[in-house]
Antibody, heavy 118, light 110 residues
């Protein structure tokens, strides 16, 4: 079965760093499209970052260079490294598999909650 | 404030049709054919319903259809059913800015 499973969320102090993991099964992250999309409590969806088939990646300007996406083909995982977390980063973070560039957000994981609070 | 503008709510009676709009700019919706729509039921993750403006993934009923005119994309749900209730989001490719989402529309079946 093709699926993605997120992990690594939790309660963080403001200013902290966190690495979220996305474990893929049923397909290879190498040569695949994987994105992170977040949803703050009671709010809408917000694109965070994507890594594309040939390894190119990009992130939302609003993340101000604090978020970085990478993949490890040996573990078949994709990661989202986050830095300098603030309360505004509190959200459920979804890992999303893309069937193609035009269907970039095809298969959604269950999400992992990141809560930033002192 | 979301990059794409959606009405906060929409509603219709069972069997009726409802259309949800998604307005952007020439830098996103109007400039590319990469508009998608997602359904999110309460307490669940989003599900892709339409991609590349008009295409349906396998398993999505043909009651769901998409279109685009200029800087505005639309999702039409025909033959409304109770199971169609939820939040609907649009997204679009935005070139060097990456990807943008709409603020979401809560669909209620009366």
């Amino acid at each position: 079965e093709v699926q993605v499973v997120e992990s690594g969320g939790g309660l963080m102090q403001p200013g902290g760093s966190l690495r979220l993991s996305c474990a893929a099964s049923g397909f290879s992250v190498n040569n695949s499209y994987i994105s992170w999309v977040r949803q703050a409590p009671g709010k809408g969806l917000e694109w965070v970052s994507s890594i594309y088939r040939r390894g190119h990646s990009n992130s939302a300007d609003s993340m101000e260079g604090r978020f970085s996406i990478s993949r490890d083909s040996s573990r078949n995982n994709v990661y989202l490294q986050t830095y300098s977390l603030t309360a505004a980063d509190t959200a459920v973070y979804y890992c999303v598999r893309g069937e193609s560039f035009g269907a970039l957000f095809s298969g959604w994981g269950q999400g992992t909650l990141v809560a930033v609070s002192s | 404030q979301s990059a794409l503008t959606q009405p906060p709510s929409a509603s219709g009676s069972p069997g009726q049709s409802v259309t949800i709009s998604c307005t952007g700019t020439s830098g996103d919706v109007g400039g590319y054919n990469y508009v998608s729509w997602y359904q999110q039921r309460p307490g669940k993750g989003p599900e892709l319903m339409i991609y590349e403006i008009t295409k349906r993934p396998s398993g999505v009923p043909d009651r769901f259809s998409g279109s685009k005119s200029g800087n505005t994309a639309s999702l039409t749900v025909s033959g409304l059913q109770g199971a169609d209730e939820g939040d609907y989001y649009c997204s679009s490719y935005a070139g060097i800015k990456g990807w943008v989402f709409g603020g979401g529309t809560k669909l209620t079946v009366l």
